[in-house]
């Protein structure tokens, strides 16, 4: 059964970092790219950021190119997202996800995805 359990959301200020963790189960991890995802209340799914099986090869969303950061532990079966100099408006909850077909790259068609992380950025 595949799993992906999401954790380190919490509440920063604004210009603070988090670093999101993701830890998968129940599939061979490195062998599938995997996504962050995003959703605002009333508002549509966002794709942040795709990384592939080896850890060599990123793609975000333009507004998360210059202070987020994929990056996963195949050993540890574990996807991270660091975020720097958050901002108000990265409050939401932030999901992981599996893209569906061994080496293929997703973005919003993922078959997997976690419970989620509420992450809050307030002063």
């Known amino acids: 059964e595949v799993q992906l359990v999401e954790s380190g959301g919490g509440l920063v200020q604004p210009g603070e970092s988090l670093r999101l963790s993701c830890a998968a189960s129940g599939f061979t991890f490195s062998s599938y790219h995997m996504i962050w995802v995003r959703q605002a209340p009333g508002k549509g799914l966002e794709w942040i950021s795709t990384i592939n099986g080896g850890g060599s090869s990123t793609s975000y969303v333009d507004s998360a190119k210059d202070r987020f950061t994929i990056s996963r532990d195949n050993a540890k079966n574990t996807l991270y997202l660091r975020m720097n100099s958050l901002k108000a408006e990265d409050t939401t909850v932030y999901y992981c996800?599996?893209?569906?077909?061994?080496?293929?790259?997703?973005?919003?068609?993922?078959?997997?995805w976690g419970q989620g992380t509420q992450v809050t950025v307030s002063s």
């Open positions: 996800a599996k893209c569906p077909k061994s080496g293929t790259w997703c973005d919003t068609d993922f078959d997997y």
